[in-house]
T-cell receptor
């Protein structure tokens, strides 16, 4: 079974600064996808960024980028120019590349606080 | 609709009561997932539907949990004889197709409190 670990229960960052959230995972599969989801206090989970394991290039979405290290099974999220609206719980998630009914396996989450 | 909706948003039940939680996925979405999120934890998979077929129910914690999606759209998660350990947020997610790269769109969740 796959597991996802987020070792930072809480992180804080100053507005406009950069912060990196850590995530490691364990799997015996070679083909899979990794995601970062954001969950604001309203609780609606929103996809931030995704990475296909077969791609060596790290994914980037505006101020959000990842550092994907497949051999180390590490998948960190970097938020640049942090904004107050970035404050939320962030979840790292794994999904098998098999086609049918592939569930998301989530980490425990990292609560991000953005200080003005 | 514009997004995944869930009702009720909050539910308080006395231990032993039955509850039913509803999920309205995005129109036309084939795949539907239910997750359980305990306080301070990440969501955990409960069950998966492709249209009306329940293809995976391996995450359901006990036989008190039952889910259905009879017409391939709205889904209901039913919990019988609720216990305090059932207190959690229940999240529903849908995606257009059964492809692992498809984005799962989440609803706001139903917060269940069992007293």
């Amino acid at each position: 079974a796959q597991t996802v670990t987020q070792s930072q229960p809480e992180m804080s960052v100053q507005e406009a600064e950069t912060v990196t959230l850590s995530c490691t995972y364990d799997t015996s599969e070679s083909d899979y996808y990794l995601f970062w989801y954001k969950q604001p206090p309203s609780r609606q989970m929103i996809l931030v960024i995704r990475q296909e394991a077969y791609k060596q290039q790290n994914a980037t979405e505006n101020r959000f980028s990842v550092n994907f290290q497949k051999a180390a099974k590490s998948f960190s999220l970097k938020i640049s120019d942090s904004q107050l609206g970035d404050a939320a719980m962030y979840f790292c998630a794994y999904r098998s590349a098999r086609t049918s009914g592939s569930r998301l396996t989530f980490g425990e989450g990292t609560q991000l606080t953005v200080n003005p | 609709g514009a997004g995944v909706s869930q009702s009720p948003r909050y539910k308080v039940a006395k231990r032993g009561q039955d509850v039913a939680l509803r999920c309205d996925p995005i129109s036309g979405h084939v795949s539907l997932f239910w997750y359980q999120q305990a306080l301070g934890q990440g969501p955990e998979f409960l069950t998966y539907f492709q249209n009306e077929a329940q293809l995976d129910k391996s995450g359901l914690p006990s036989d008190r949990f039952f889910a259905e999606r009879p017409e391939g759209s709205v889904s209901t998660l039913k919990i019988q004889r609720t216990q305090q350990e059932d207190s959690a947020v229940y999240l529903c997610a849908s995606s257009f197709w059964d492809n692992p790269l498809e984005t799962q769109y989440f609803g706001p969740g139903t917060r269940l409190l069992v007293l």
